[in-house]
């Protein structure tokens, strides 16, 4: 399959999250069906940088691999992948067919602060909730839970610091 000739594409967040958008990439990108004005541009200066509904947002890509990226946009980490429509619909399929994993060991994403710890041992949560609140490069984010299921433990504690991929948050998942 050639990849010149895939006008819709699906970039799919690490909370299972679709965005769809069309290529090719120019001044204007359609995502969810509506389309917005974009630039973008890189300086010796500045790096990489998008302007959006006219405003100027910095771009860093972090890691690449194969259709895997994270990129630091306007100083907030974001990890995705980029799916065809097909390779989205077996992705789906390959996870409902996946025997349960058990226990998930929730990651820091990057370096930083724990600056609020929003559950605890025994709670139960939802794909998507906020577990805690990271501080890193004076931006807050949410660390969110992965899956539906039970907080076993919490590995850190308010105003700790934490490294790349310490474990925060152990979860057991839901049955069924």
Do not use: H
């Amino acid at each position: 399959m050639n990849m010149m000739n895939i006008e819709k594409l699906i970039a799919v967040s690490s909370s299972g999250k679709d965005f769809e958008f069309e290529m090719p990439l120019k001044d204007k990108i359609v995502i969810q069906g509506e389309e917005y004005d974009i630039k973008l541009y890189y300086t010796e200066e500045s790096g990489l940088y998008l302007v959006w509904n006219g405003k100027k947002y910095p771009v860093e890509i972090v890691k690449s691999k194969q259709n895997k990226y994270e990129i630091l946009f306007n100083s907030i980490s974001y990890s995705f992948t980029i799916e065809t429509p097909f390779s989205l619909q077996r992705m789906k399929v390959l996870k409902v067919n996946k025997p349960s994993v058990g226990n998930i060991s929730v990651k820091a994403p990057m370096p930083g602060k724990i600056v609020d710890i929003i559950c605890q041992k025994g709670s139960k949560v939802s794909r998507g909730e906020p577990l805690l609140i990271l501080e890193a490069m004076k931006m807050e984010n949410e660390i969110l839970s992965p899956i539906d299921g039970t907080v076993l433990s919490v590995s850190v504690s308010k105003d700790s610091t934490v490294m790349k991929d310490d474990i925060l948050v152990e979860i057991e998942e839901k049955k069924g």
